[in-house]
């Protein structure tokens, strides 16, 4: 079978708060362990985000603390980086919107879109502040709900009646920067003509339908079909963000949504000049045999279902000839790809309460990184995984399955198995007799995990994916229960030197099934097993210049891995390493000590 090309693409975190166990579980690990799964088969992958540095929360963030905002971003995106690293987040290229390569692109897609007639211009009222002299966007006015009467909504949402407002309708407005009282004046924005491209969406969709997650088809298509498509404006008055690329803009920007999308995009090709092949982003954009898969959170389901096919379709093949200019790709050189799917995960609370940052009523991923271990999380956050509906992170149920799971079901089946080797057979793998059939019978178990496990990943349904792969564990424990090699090994050693012998290389292809989900782990283990080269490769990270300065990116270094996506090949006399505990057991007085953390 030929390798499969696929572009995995995570949604772009805020620069504006860090990234807790929601975001997590949302969508960066998720991507993750679906890269992980593709690279280890041999298929072709890329997978990109960044930093989201641009639009009101990251301005609001930098005025509240007084800093400038391309400091409050460069903070975030570098703390950002560190926790993808520490969390094994293994992007091939994690980069920010705030790029000279990324305002081309946009710039580019905005023209190809207003060459095609998409875009219009219209002139509406908006809240003005004549004591700072400008035009404030919708989340810098505050005032009461003209639907509730809350006091305290911002002009563009409701946090009491949860409705999405109309931002000139606002009672008793006031500028959240000043206090100061605002007034309506006239200001002219582009618009993205969605009322137009909405057949051309409804039938992207509709030929997604028999595989796309059914709250995912409900947020899109669904309410396309019941209330339409309206326009939408895709400029803001604001001073930070991506020019408007047409003559008698300035002081306007292009709206944060609009652009951030592009990234997906823009990633891929800063990725291919890092690489130094300046066309290899066309192998997962423009080739009709690429699939991309885009992993995001359920409230940003319109945006990649619906405004990013839109603009891709919208912007056709005038954005190869706007983007490269003369003597660059000719349009027909290709479409630019639409996602494959969108397998957007719903949200994931905290001890029975909405997640919320702001009230410290969250669990840190860095914060978290400190006193437990990444693979613990990467576990606890996918069997917890909120794939078709809200899941909850409860701190007793993450002790109880890392004890009663991950440590009693795998690490100590690993442990086990690896000391009794290496003590009794001369740290080697013992050389077996004949098998058995049972010992048959348990290797065939396990190698067909590599297709049962296999097929729920390619179908991105992770928690069934290591819900089999633990099942697997738990056959061979049970096959050990039976042969009992420690007893066996008093009476008839090559007896149990065969038991011991299946059973390793039963835990060599459990490896290989757990390792998208637990990668520093499964490292160690491949190390103890014997094996030389890694798994997987390395990430790293390194600064990049450009005409807006100076930013980090994190890359991912494929090159030493070695790790395949099939049975076990272990051979009798391959020499072990020192075994050690994969997983510690944690003490269960800990959910207390950790719920006594939150709200504080
Ligand atoms: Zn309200």
């Not at 409804?202 to 899109?220: C, H, I, Q, T």
Request: charged share 20%; proline share 6%.
């Amino acid at each position: 079978m030929s390798p499969d090309t696929i572009l995995v693409a995570i949604a772009w975190p805020y620069a504006n708060a860090p990234i807790h166990v929601g975001n997590l579980t949302g969508s960066h690990l998720p991507g993750d362990i679906v890269a992980r799964y593709h690279r280890l088969k041999g298929d072709r992958v890329l997978m990109v985000s960044g930093t989201d540095s641009h639009g009101t929360p990251v301005t609001l963030r930098a005025d509240a603390e007084g800093k400038p905002v391309e400091e409050v971003y460069q903070i975030f995106h570098n703390q950002f980086i560190e926790l993808f690293q520490k969390a094994g987040i293994s992007y091939d290229l994690f980069t920010t919107t705030h790029t000279a390569n990324h305002f081309k692109v946009s710039q580019s897609i905005f023209l190809a879109l207003k060459e095609n007639g998409y875009l219009y211009t219209e002139t509406r009222p908006q809240w003005y502040s004549p004591a700072a002299r400008k035009f404030l966007p919708d989340r810098y006015v505050e005032g009461t709900c003209y639907l509730c009467g809350f006091e305290g909504a911002r002009s563009d949402q409701c946090d009491q009646c949860g409705n999405v407002l109309e931002p000139e309708k606002m009672l008793n407005p006031r500028s959240k920067a000043d206090g100061s009282v605002p007034e309506l004046r006239d200001t002219e924005h582009f618009f993205l003509d969605l009322s137009k491209l909405e057949p051309a969406v409804a039938n992207f969709l509709r030929a997604r339908r028999s595989y796309m997650r059914e709250p995912v088809l409900g947020e899109s298509l669904g309410k396309i079909e019941s209330e339409g498509l309206k326009p939408r404006p895709i400029t803001r008055d604001l001073d930070w963000g991506i020019p408007v690329p047409v003559e008698g803009w300035d002081g306007k920007r292009i709206y944060v949504w609009f652009e951030a999308v592009i990234g997906y995009l823009s990633a891929a090709i800063e990725w291919a000049h890092i690489v130094d092949q300046p066309n290899a982003w066309r192998d997962w954009w423009t080739s009709p045999d690429s699939k991309s898969l885009y992993f995001i959170g359920k409230d940003n389901i319109f945006f990649h279902t619906t405004m990013w096919p839109a603009e891709l379709m919208g912007a056709g093949e005038q954005f190869m000839r706007i983007f490269a200019g003369d003597g660059g790709y000719r349009a027909s050189e290709g479409k630019l790809n639409l996602p494959y799917d969108v397998p957007a995960n719903q949200f994931m609370n905290l001890e029975g309460r909405k997640i919320s940052g702001s009230r410290n009523w969250a669990v840190w991923g860095l914060d978290f990184l400190t006193r437990y271990d990444p693979d613990s999380l990467r576990y606890y956050l996918t069997v917890n995984m909120p794939e078709m509906r809200d899941t909850d992170w409860d701190w007793a149920e993450f002790v109880a399955r890392n004890n009663n799971e991950l440590v009693a079901t795998w690490g100590n089946l690993a442990n086990r198995v690896l000391s009794f080797a290496y003590r009794n057979w001369d740290g080697q793998i013992p050389t077996p007799n004949q098998l058995r059939p049972t010992d048959k019978e348990i290797l065939a178990t396990i190698d067909k995990g590599v297709v049962s496990v296999g097929e729920h990943l390619s179908a991105v349904r992770l928690r069934a994916a290591l819900g089999e792969a633990m099942r697997l564990a738990s056959e061979v424990n049970k096959y050990l229960d039976t042969a009992s090699p420690w007893f066996e090994i008093k009476t008839d050693k090559s007896a149990a030197g065969t038991t011991i012998y299946t059973a390793l290389r039963a835990i060599d292809t459990l490896k290989v099934l757990f390792a998208p989900f637990l990668p520093f782990t499964c490292e160690q283990l491949h190390h103890f097993l014997g094996y030389t080269t890694p798994l997987f490769g390395v990430q790293y990270t390194e600064a990049q210049t450009d005409a807006l300065g100076v930013h980090n990116v994190l890359r991912y270094n494929p090159d030493p891995a070695t790790g395949k996506w099939q049975p076990s090949q272990l051979q009798p006399g391959q020499k072990l390493n020192p075994p050690a505990p994969l997983f510690k057991k944690l003490e269960a007085s800990i959910a207390e000590i950790e719920r006594g953390r939150l709200g504080s």
